[in-house]
């Protein structure tokens, strides 16, 4: 049997930053730990020592790697697209190599190719939330993800980070 699941820590963070930038937040759609269609297949959502995980790392800890965002943020002049822009910027950017990919909307940004917007074909587009997936590597990782630069209005974006000719350094 496999032991009791942890949260990695940069979900832990990224929530506890969800929190203090949007307090009444719908958390309707919020996950983490696999339900039972989860558990069916590979998926983040799954701990890693269960076998069905999408990704494992050497401990023995039983890390959940996935985190879905209710798009209800109920906080004015703020959107779960704006948030994910500022995922995805940062990711651009080099600022961010814990995350694999995010999906909304029917829309994937991945590690594997360059953080560009690519059709997601999944059977759920994830309208009513993001789904974050997350590298092994990052699991001790608590760093701040500067969320509270969405209400300051200096949030980082696809089009105002800074990109070189060559791919970002985020983990694919």
């Known amino acids: ?59 023995s800890k039983n890390e959940v790697r996935a985190f879905d965002i209710d798009a209800d943020l109920n906080v004015p002049g703020l959107t779960m697209q704006m948030l994910v822009a500022h995922l995805v910027g940062r990711c651009r950017a080099g600022l961010e190599r814990r995350l ?18 690519r059709t997601y074909a999944g059977s759920n587009p994830h309208n009513e939330h993001a789904h974050l997936s997350g590298h092994p590597d990052g699991d001790e990782d608590g760093r701040p993800f500067g969320l509270a630069a969405l209400m300051e209005g200096t949030a980082m974006t696809p089009s105002n980070s800074s990109r070189s000719s060559r791919t970002p350094r985020c983990r694919s």
Do not use: C, F
């Open 1 to 59: 049997m496999a032991p009791a699941w942890a949260l990695v820590a940069w979900i832990i963070q990224l929530r506890r930053e969800l929190e203090e930038i949007a307090p009444r937040r719908d958390k309707t759609s919020d996950g983490t730990i696999g339900d039972q269609a989860h558990q069916d297949s590979k998926s983040g959502h799954n701990p890693d020592e269960s076998g069905r995980s999408e990704r494992t790392d050497a401990d």
């Open 100 to 117: 694999i990919y995010i999906i909304y909307r029917g829309v994937i940004w991945a590690a594997s190719s360059g953080w560009e917007a």
